[in-house]
């Protein structure tokens, strides 16, 4: 049995011993942590004495000082791709300070290549013309013998020749890529050299040859059927001897990988296959692809091997994937700047993930932190943290990261990425709408978790202040939460502030000083509303009219009032009764002033009665109309409400008449006029009748009785008290009978129903009772003239001293009692990632709102100097805006889009998959909802 199959025996075992007691005690919670703990100590112990029993001291001839941090503690951890560039381009990069960790030089190791094609069903010696083997496919024979280990520093710089090439991993491709992009102006990177720059991959089977020492690679036209000429062309391109540098060190960990698996398994030599990224040798492939095919047929050896190493093939594959990160080959698409642009890649959208994608896309345009994951970023995985993802979010954000900055890349699927964060976030999965800058505070708190540096965070007491200067005190709360987190993240976005709080009573101050990731700034009150309500007077003189009133967005009843009232001209013996109306009926009467206009919704119906001030108290009477619909399924007949209410205040209730003269003088302004064809008799003995009537004089018993058995006759209403829904349980009012309601109260309110009839609905116009419009309907073209906010006045409203509210007590030390205490914020210390969360959405226990208002924030210079508490060599405290997250829409339903800058001060637009260049001056908009700053 091999060494690796007892091993693998071995600790199958020991899994099994570990999880019989784990399902005899499944509800144990110490055998659920003890357990797993003990078994990766186990592990790690046989490793450790394989790694002792297993050593050979030929080892020693091949090792090399590489990095081992792309070796991941799990084996389900995907590890670094391999990328073969060209040794001049990589040379720049790090004598340039492209790549971090080459500052000091990076060790590689050198091969001499010997190159051999095979030419398909032909094997062609170079000693003779006779034909050796029958092959089913043209292939490519590399042979890597071991030279030396060098470095790129001093006079070694120079070593390589122009046509060596290079093998890096994953972060030493990508930190030297986005140097070279840095370094030249994007147009002319693209337009001089974007051709030259193509990335695609190769399938190679690597095998070690004990024989002569020497790693062999065999590029194969079967497993490369598209890229098989474009590979073949970089080896075979030239005469001479091919040099490789190998400074990744992941050959070297093959190699030595296939010499234990040769000694273990008898074979004389074993296959891996795996792929190979190549990059930055399109010239190259286009010089091989104007060549003839029969030039190549004679051009079999570039540089001719002894016979004693011509390599062997046994024909025996090992299919093990050491890259099954690497993404299958790139299809080059045309996005705005072509296939070299890096950074311009979108992000698909898998279902209301926009407020996802547009998270993203600000992040991967943080210059700082795009370096840090283009980098070695793997190195500083915390795998231990309780609090963190074991490595697999900071994992999934960095292998994101790189496909939207690889070249050439079509917009980018994040399946991968959201499957990830619903794992341990489940309010993030499925489908639904989420809040950007809530999915932006998740991502950063995961990702610092995952990258925090400091593996035991040590327990440290907080100790009080004892009058000890601000100075103090601050450095030393900051002190204390670095010494328990430590990362990217804290070193980009972590600010601190200083928060104090004095007690009402005894003035007691408490003063902490606590970091923060961000911002969240409220939009303060001088944000204006525009309502519309209908003003309808209730001494019968006007028609009901909309009045259209501007008032603070966060503002009160009374604050509804009082412009109300100067847009009415309300006289001093006048006063409003505003009601909501729902449903032809009055659902509430707004009373409260300090009720906040929060509560009422665009789409609400607000009607202001003006009522005279000398009959308050008197019995409010409200009127509600109904008229009978024509049935045919029906016999009984049924009724409809129509119109708004009229409100009135009464104190005479003796007899139905003196309510049916009430509801006459409310209904005066909506008489319709006389028709012209009303004959001339009919105007005079309307005249007389009208004449009679003035002259009857009053006090006259028998005139009285007269009169209210006319009206009585000629009345074309029914009137009925309402006492429930039921319209069995309605009282009806008789003209010449009391009404037939208990003692009214002081200001109670009457509900009446009245009853139209076919006829008096032809006398007036009920057309304009049903003319009701919203507080304020909502169109495309809504942008009113409203004061933009300035972005300081936030800052401003930020930092302003208030009380805590009733919920939020706090218990003073010194009155040993809860107290509303006065709360005070101050910046500190500010990051050099400033991210600020404009507060548009606002919730109550009652309602939820979005505050459309438009911030004018700056873009070039946002300076917050005088905001920070002054101290010794302080230095200015300047940003520049580089990124925006946008929010157009309201709460049912919205989108999510992202402005970034990108290269040379170039704005650009991430809608989802599409990327499209903007100005500047279209980033300011009333959708921006948080905002991206870096320190200048």
Same mark, same amino acid.
């Given at each position: 049995?091999?060494?690796?199959?007892?091993? +693998?025996?071995?600790?199958?075992?020991?899994?099994?011993?570990?999880?019989?007691?784990?399902?005899?005690?499944? &509800?144990?919670?110490?055998?659920?942590?003890?357990?797993?703990?003990?078994?990766?100590?186990?592990?790690?112990?046989?490793?450790?004495?394989?790694?002792?029993?297993?050593?050979?001291?030929?080892?020693?001839?091949?090792?090399?000082?590489?990095?081992?941090?792309?070796?991941?503690?799990?084996?389900?951890?995907?590890?670094?791709?391999?990328?073969?560039?060209?040794?001049?381009?990589?040379?720049?990069?790090?004598?340039? =300070?492209?790549?971090?960790? !080459?500052?000091?030089?990076?060790?590689?190791?050198?091969?001499?290549?010997?190159?051999?094609?095979?030419?398909?069903?032909?094997?062609? %010696?170079?000693?003779?013309?006779?034909?050796?083997?029958?092959?089913?496919?043209?292939?490519?024979?590399?042979?890597?013998?071991?030279? *030396?280990?060098?470095?790129?520093?001093?006079?070694?710089?120079?070593?390589?020749?122009? =046509?060596?090439?290079?093998?890096?991993?994953?972060?030493?491709?990508?930190?030297?890529?986005?140097?070279?992009?840095?370094?030249?102006?994007?147009?002319?990177?693209?337009?001089?050299?974007? /051709?030259? &720059?193509?990335?695609?991959?190769?399938?190679?089977?690597?095998?070690?040859?004990?024989?002569?020492?020497?790693?062999?690679?065999?590029?194969?036209?079967?497993?490369?059927?598209?890229?098989?000429?474009?590979?073949?062309?970089?080896?075979?391109?030239?005469?001479?001897?091919?040099?490789?540098?190998?400074?990744?060190?992941?050959?070297?960990?093959?190699?030595?990988? $296939?010499?234990?698996?040769?000694?273990?398994?008898?074979?004389?030599?074993?296959?891996?296959?795996?792929?190979?990224?190549?990059?930055?040798?399109?010239?190259?492939?286009?010089?091989?692809?104007?060549?003839?095919?029969?030039?190549?047929?004679?051009?079999?050896?570039?540089? #001719?091997?002894?016979?004693?190493?011509?390599?062997?093939?046994?024909?025996?594959?090992?299919?093990?994937?050491?890259?099954?990160?690497?993404?299958?080959?790139?299809?080059?698409?045309?996005?705005?700047? !072509?296939?070299?642009?890096?950074?311009?890649?979108?992000?698909?959208?898998?279902?209301?993930?926009?407020?996802?994608?547009?998270?993203?896309?600000?992040?991967?345009?943080?210059?700082?932190?795009?370096?840090?994951?283009?980098?070695?970023?793997?190195?500083?995985?915390?795998?231990?943290?309780?609090? =963190?993802?074991?490595?697999?979010?900071?994992?999934?954000?960095?292998?994101?990261?790189?496909?939207?900055?690889?070249? !050439?890349?079509?917009?980018?699927?994040?399946?991968?990425?959201?499957?990830?964060?619903?794992?341990?976030?489940?309010?993030?999965?499925?489908?639904?709408?989420?809040?950007?800058?809530?999915?932006?505070?998740?991502?950063?708190?995961?990702?610092?978790?995952?990258?925090?540096?400091?593996?035991?965070?040590?327990?440290?007491?907080?100790?009080?202040?004892?009058?000890?200067?601000?100075?103090?005190?601050?450095?030393?709360?900051?002190?204390?939460?670095?010494?328990?987190?430590?990362?990217?993240?804290?070193?980009?976005?972590?600010?601190?502030?200083?928060?104090?709080?004095?007690?009402?009573?005894?003035?007691?101050?408490?003063?902490?000083?606590?970091?923060?990731?961000?911002?969240?700034?409220?939009?303060?009150? /001088?944000?204006?509303?525009?309502?519309?309500?209908?003003?309808?007077?209730?001494?019968?003189?006007?028609?009901?009219?909309?009045?259209?009133? +501007?008032?603070?967005?966060?503002? +009160?009843?009374?604050?509804?009032?009082?412009?109300?009232? #100067?847009?009415?001209?309300?006289?001093?013996?006048?006063?409003?009764?505003?009601?909501?109306?729902?449903?032809?009926?009055?659902?509430?009467?707004?009373?409260?002033?300090? $009720?906040?206009?929060?509560?009422?919704?665009?789409?609400?119906?607000?009607?202001?009665?003006?009522?005279?001030?000398?009959?308050?108290?008197?019995?409010?009477?409200?009127?509600?109309?109904?008229?009978?619909?024509?049935?045919?399924?029906?016999?009984?007949?049924?009724?409809?409400?129509?119109?708004?209410?009229?409100?009135?205040?009464?104190?005479?209730?003796?007899?139905?008449?003196?309510?049916?003269?009430?509801?006459?003088?409310?209904?005066?302004?909506?008489?319709?006029?006389?028709?012209?064809?009303?004959? $001339?008799?009919?105007?005079?003995?309307?005249?007389?009748?009208?004449?009679?009537? %003035?002259?009857?004089?009053?006090?006259?018993?028998?005139?009285?009785? *007269?009169?209210?058995?006319?009206?009585?006759?000629?009345?074309?209403?029914?009137?009925?008290?309402?006492?429930?829904?039921?319209?069995?349980?309605?009282?009806?009012?008789?003209?010449?009978?009391?009404?037939?309601?208990?003692?009214?109260?002081?200001? @109670?309110?009457?509900?009446?129903?009245?009853?139209?009839?076919?006829?008096?609905? @032809?006398?007036?116009?009920? /057309?304009?009772?049903?003319?009701?419009?919203?507080?304020?309907?909502?169109?495309?073209?809504?942008?009113?003239?409203? %004061?933009?906010?300035?972005?300081?006045?936030?800052?401003?409203?930020?930092?302003?001293?208030?009380?805590?509210?009733?919920?939020?007590?706090?218990?003073?030390?010194?009155?040993?009692?809860?107290?509303?205490?006065?709360?005070?914020?101050?910046?500190?210390?500010?990051? %050099?990632?400033?991210?600020?969360?404009?507060?548009?959405?606002?919730?109550?226990?009652?309602?939820?709102?979005?505050?459309?208002?438009?911030?004018?924030?700056?873009?070039?210079?946002?300076?917050?100097?005088?905001?920070?508490?002054?101290?010794?060599?302080?230095?200015?405290?300047?940003?520049?805006?580089?990124?925006?997250?946008?929010?157009?829409?309201?709460?049912?339903? =919205?989108?999510? +889009?992202?402005?970034?800058?990108?290269?040379?001060?170039?704005?650009?637009?991430?809608?989802?998959?599409?990327?499209?260049?903007?100005?500047?001056?279209?980033?300011?908009?009333?959708?921006?909802?948080?905002?991206?700053?870096?320190?200048?």
């Amino acid at each position: 049995m091999s060494h690796s199959s007892k091993r +693998t025996t071995i600790t199958a075992a020991i899994n099994r011993a570990l999880r019989l007691p784990v399902l005899l005690r499944l &509800y144990d919670k110490t055998a659920h942590f003890i357990f797993p703990l003990l078994r990766r100590l186990i592990s790690k112990s046989i490793r450790f004495m394989d790694s002792i029993l297993y050593y050979n001291e030929d080892d020693d001839l091949y090792s090399t000082p590489f990095d081992h941090s792309f070796l991941a503690p799990s084996f389900s951890d995907p590890v670094e791709s391999i990328f073969l560039v060209p040794f001049r381009w990589w040379k720049e990069a790090v004598c340039g =300070g492209g790549v971090v960790d !080459g500052a000091s030089g990076v060790g590689g190791v050198l091969y001499n290549t010997t190159v051999q094609l095979n030419v398909a069903g032909k094997y062609r %010696d170079n000693d003779d013309d006779n034909f050796i083997g029958v092959f089913g496919d043209s292939e490519v024979l590399v042979a890597m013998s071991r030279q *030396e280990e060098s470095g790129i520093s001093g006079e070694e710089a120079d070593s390589g020749g122009e =046509g060596d090439l290079a093998l890096v991993s994953e972060w030493m491709f990508f930190s030297a890529l986005k140097w070279h992009y840095d370094m030249k102006d994007v147009e002319s990177f693209l337009r001089e050299e974007g /051709s030259a &720059y193509e990335l695609f991959s190769s399938q190679i089977r690597l095998s070690y040859v004990r024989e002569t020492r020497q790693l062999v690679i065999k590029i194969s036209q079967k497993d490369n059927e598209v890229g098989f000429a474009k590979a073949r062309s970089i080896f075979c391109a030239k005469c001479g001897v091919l040099q490789v540098w190998d400074f990744s060190g992941q050959t070297n960990q093959l190699f030595v990988a $296939d010499k234990n698996s040769y000694m273990g398994s008898g074979q004389s030599d074993e296959e891996i296959l795996l792929e190979l990224q190549i990059y930055g040798l399109s010239s190259t492939i286009r010089d091989e692809e104007r060549r003839n095919d029969d030039m190549a047929v004679e051009q079999s050896w570039v540089d #001719e091997p002894s016979s004693s190493s011509s390599p062997r093939m046994n024909g025996s594959v090992d299919k093990v994937n050491f890259f099954s990160r690497v993404p299958p080959p790139f299809a080059f698409n045309s996005s705005f700047y !072509g296939p070299g642009a890096l950074g311009l890649t979108g992000l698909h959208n898998l279902g209301n993930t926009c407020f996802m994608n547009s998270a993203i896309q600000c992040l991967v345009h943080t210059p700082k932190l795009v370096d840090y994951f283009l980098g070695n970023f793997r190195k500083d995985l915390n795998y231990e943290n309780p609090l =963190g993802m074991n490595g697999k979010l900071a994992i999934a954000f960095g292998d994101l990261l790189r496909k939207l900055w690889t070249p !050439g890349a079509t917009p980018v699927s994040p399946r991968m990425f959201k499957s990830t964060i619903s794992s341990f976030a489940p309010r993030f999965s499925g489908y639904n709408q989420h809040d950007s800058q809530e999915f932006l505070s998740f991502l950063l708190d995961g990702l610092h978790e995952d990258l925090n540096r400091v593996k035991m965070k040590p327990y440290i007491e907080t100790k009080d202040d004892d009058s000890r200067p601000d100075e103090e005190v601050a450095d030393e709360y900051w002190k204390n939460h670095l010494c328990r987190n430590d990362s990217v993240i804290v070193d980009l976005y972590q600010g601190q502030y200083r928060s104090m709080l004095v007690c009402p009573v005894c003035k007691k101050l408490s003063t902490t000083f606590d970091p923060f990731m961000y911002l969240s700034l409220p939009l303060p009150s /001088s944000t204006l509303r525009k309502m519309t309500l209908t003003v309808l007077s209730s001494d019968g003189t006007t028609l009901p009219h909309p009045v259209v009133v +501007t008032v603070p967005d966060d503002g +009160t009843f009374k604050d509804l009032v009082v412009a109300l009232g #100067e847009a009415c001209s309300l006289r001093h013996n006048e006063t409003f009764l505003i009601a909501e109306i729902f449903n032809n009926s009055i659902l509430r009467v707004l009373e409260d002033p300090d $009720d906040s206009l929060g509560l009422i919704r665009d789409n609400d119906q607000l009607v202001a009665y003006i009522l005279p001030t000398e009959m308050d108290g008197s019995p409010l009477v409200v009127f509600m109309h109904q008229q009978e619909e024509k049935s045919f399924i029906h016999s009984s007949p049924s009724f409809k409400k129509f119109g708004i209410p009229l409100v009135t205040r009464i104190s005479d209730f003796s007899k139905g008449s003196e309510i049916h003269k009430e509801f006459l003088k409310l209904l005066n302004p909506f008489i319709l006029p006389v028709e012209e064809s009303l004959n $001339d008799a009919s105007r005079k003995r309307a005249h007389e009748d009208e004449e009679l009537e %003035d002259t009857v004089p009053d006090g006259t018993a028998n005139s009285n009785n *007269e009169t209210e058995n006319d009206l009585d006759a000629h009345c074309s209403f029914e009137y009925y008290v309402e006492n429930g829904k039921s319209h069995s349980n309605w009282s009806k009012i008789e003209m010449d009978e009391p009404v037939p309601i208990p003692i009214p109260k002081l200001n @109670q309110q009457i509900d009446m129903i009245v009853s139209w009839s076919e006829k008096s609905i @032809q006398e007036y116009d009920t /057309s304009i009772l049903s003319m009701l419009p919203e507080v304020y309907r909502t169109t495309f073209s809504s942008k009113w003239n409203q %004061d933009s906010i300035s972005l300081y006045k936030c800052v401003d409203a930020f930092l302003k001293e208030e009380p805590l509210g009733p919920d939020d007590m706090w218990y003073c030390p010194n009155c040993k009692e809860h107290r509303q205490a006065i709360k005070k914020l101050d910046l500190w210390r500010l990051p %050099d990632i400033l991210v600020i969360h404009l507060k548009r959405f606002s919730y109550t226990r009652f309602f939820k709102n979005k505050l459309e208002a438009f911030v004018d924030f700056p873009i070039d210079d946002f300076d917050l100097s005088n905001y920070v508490i002054p101290k010794n060599n302080m230095p200015r405290h300047r940003y520049k805006l580089y990124a925006v997250s946008n929010h157009y829409g309201g709460l049912g339903g =919205g989108h999510y +889009t992202a402005f970034a800058k990108h290269g040379l001060d170039r704005w650009f637009e991430f809608d989802d998959g599409r990327v499209f260049g903007v100005t500047e001056e279209q980033i300011k908009t009333q959708a921006a909802y948080v905002l991206f700053y870096k320190r200048i």
